[in-house]
């Protein structure tokens, strides 16, 4: 027991105190309602706030922090390190997470450059080995600036909102050259869609759109560890390439690639270059500069495909056989086979589907229209020295160009062809098929190639050149050139053959009606008539007139002259030597309003005179 004196006793001033549990003390009533005294508590009294701060330990002490510093406590992943790391399991990686603004303007050309953040999606997206789980890489809706974008590595798909939603611009500095999209080296199974890639006009020729570089694809990568497939099975959809300085979509090497809904505008090089066993479905190139499709690669599919307007920087360019500007052209050399069903080739400089030294190949249901807008002689459909072909199409001209195309069909040397073409030749200048077309004595087979153009009354139906077409009587004519010596009966020369002698007829003999129409001469005092010029002539008599004796007769000729009298009673006068015929006067007054009739007749037996044979009036 602790004995304390009075001295020691602290009594509460307050009589309403109260015995504090923990220290056995009295504290006054208004006190009572108070947290203790606390170091913790004096030391965040004394802290200094300020906005957005927040109040954390540190070194075991609370202490005023700002957003930096606990950004950085917090360790948010950084682009620069370890963001691959931290998002791998989340399998989406968004670029607007990373730092990407979707706020370029085409029109004052400005806005963010977003190569840093589009280069760490891809570090993020990267996988150590086929076993990694495999990640998309997210565009939402914007539009973005940045250099080309980093190769896509296996198993990645980029992806966007869909070509009017997201747009990815190629930025005029830094890395301008190559393409603008590509795989990286073994890359299988990429898959690039739901966008539009805008060249922004930067580069050179190699700045394409979109590269399926599948060259270096092996059965066998242990060292790479991504051997899956043999083929490279990349997969493109839903995507508008434009204003590139290189191609739009090309693809090499091996294939089973699947292109979808590609639209492929306004760039300098060829639309589409095709690789080996793949698939183009429901693409466009419009506004090429060289070819819309050029074939390059074996057994590849295009269905459904159209190209217009191609060969817009040049008709000759890249070294390509044949020249550029065509709708379709397979690569010269090329003899593996490809195959297009259902694509269109509309208003391209060259030819709408151009096949040189290539066979194999199959082509149904296709259309040529209006193409050679160049004028450089093209038909809808070319096949120069090319084999095996099977072509099924329609050409035709719908006059919408100043140039039009030549013909439906070319075909020179080559053999074992099986074409069907219809053509509706109504404005291309050599109809069906081209003058310099060889058929005769070929190995080709040329089926049903016919015009649609309207046919006109007696036109028949002719085979010519191998193929039948409608003919009008005059071509017709010509072709049989009819001779004196395919009449039967008829002596050669008709020069020689003696006239009949004392001829009898039995039966009816009906004679042609022939009218004559008068030749109008103008009134004179004296009319001198031109025999030579007809047998009837008519005359309106002003004043009183004579008629002189017609000159150039010929022996028995008639003639028929009409006067009216116009105003007045008009006296004509027949002049010598023309000789009257018995009850016949040299003068005729017509009266006004009437015709005076006069009928001649030219008579060697009188001495090469006119006689006048008649006169009246009415």
């Known amino acids: 027991m602790v004995v304390k004196s009075f ?78 790391a931290a998002r791998k399991d989340t399998y989406v990686v968004n670029v607007c997470d990373l730092g990407a603004v979707g706020d370029y303007n085409p029109n004052t050309v400005s806005g963010t450059n977003n190569t840093t953040a589009f280069a760490a999606a ?105 051997a899956e497939y043999y ?9 508008i390439i434009q204003f590139c300085k290189g191609h739009g979509l090309k693809q090499t090497g091996s ?6 809904r590609v639209q492929v505008f306004y760039c300098d090089n060829h639309g589409f270059i095709t690789g080996a066993d793949s698939y183009f479905s429901d693409c466009d190139a419009g506004s090429s500069g060289f070819d819309g499709f050029f074939v390059a690669g074996p057994n590849s599919r295009l269905t459904s495909c159209k190209a217009w307007y191609s060969g817009r920087v040049s008709t000759s360019g890249a070294g390509v056989t044949g020249g550029t500007g065509h709708g379709f052209h397979v690569q010269d050399g090329n003899y593996s086979t490809n195959t297009l069903i259902n694509c269109e080739a509309q208003d391209n400089a060259r030819a709408g589907f151009f096949l040189s030294n290539t066979g194999r190949h199959i082509l149904s249901g296709c ?22 072909i099977r072509l099924d199409g329609f050409a035709w001209d719908r006059a919408a160009n100043t140039n039009h195309q030549l013909a439906g069909l070319r075909l020179t040397s080559g053999g074992y062809n099986v074409i069907s073409v219809t053509a509706d030749d109504s404005t291309m200048a050599q109809g069906r098929i081209t003058s310099d077309t060889d058929i005769a004595g070929s190995t ?64 009816l003999v009906t004679a042609v009606r022939v009218v004559k129409t008068p030749q109008t001469v103008s009134y004179a005092s004296t009319v001198t008539l031109d025999a030579s010029t007809g047998d009837a002539f008519a005359i309106t008599a002003t004043a009183d007139m004579h008629l002189a004796s017609p000159t150039n007769p010929t022996n028995g000729q008639m003639l028929v002259v009409e006067v009216l009298a116009s105003g007045a009673n008009r006296i004509v006068t027949i002049d010598g030597p023309t000789l009257l015929t018995t009850g016949l006067t040299q003068n005729l007054t017509i009266q006004s309003g009437q015709v005076g009739i006069f009928g001649f007749r030219f008579s060697s037996l009188r001495g ?11």
């Open 7 to 84: 001295a020691q006793i602290q009594l509460p001033t307050d009589p309403g105190a109260v015995l504090q549990a923990g220290t056995k003390q009295y504290i006054d009533a208004a006190d009572a309602t108070k947290q203790p005294l606390d170091s913790d508590l004096t030391t965040l009294a004394g802290l200094t706030a300020t906005t957005d701060s927040f109040i954390q330990s540190k070194a075991s002490a609370w202490a005023a922090r700002t957003v930096a510093q606990v950004k950085t406590d917090l360790a948010v992943p950084t682009i620069a390190s370890d963001i691959g």
């Open 122 to 226: 891809i570090t993020a997206a990267t996988n150590a080995s086929i076993y990694t789980p495999v990640v998309e890489i997210y565009v939402p809706p914007g539009q973005y600036l940045t250099e080309k974008i980093p190769p896509i590595p296996n198993r990645v798909t980029l992806r966007g909102a869909g070509p009017g939603a997201t747009r990815i611009y190629r930025k005029n500095s830094g890395t301008t050259t190559g393409p603008f999209v590509t795989n990286t080296t073994h890359a299988r199974a990429i898959s690039v869609r739901g966008m539009t890639l805008d060249g922004n006009g930067v580069g050179d020729a190699t700045s394409g759109g979109v590269t399926l570089d599948n060259s270096a694809a092996l059965s066998t990568d242990a060292a790479n560890g991504i």
């Open 231 to 239: 083929d490279a099975r990349h997969f493109v959809s839903d995507l």
């Open 255 to 260: 294939g089973v690639s699947m292109i979808q």
């Open 367 to 388: 259309v040529a229209d209006s193409n050679n807008t160049a004028n450089l002689s093209h038909a809808g459909f070319e096949l120069l020295g090319s084999w095996t």
């Open 444 to 507: 080709n087979t040329v089926e049903a190639v016919q015009s649609t153009g309207t046919p006109v009354n007696d036109d028949v139906v002719q085979r010519k050149a191998g193929v039948w077409t409608h003919r009008t009587m005059a071509q017709v004519k010509t072709d049989l050139a009819i001779t004196e010596a395919d009449v039967s009966g008829l002596v050669v020369d008709l020069a020689a053959k003696a006239p009949l002698a004392s001829p009898t007829f039995t039966g």
């Open 608 to 618: 090469s005179v006119w006689l006048l044979t008649s006169a009246t009036q009415g």
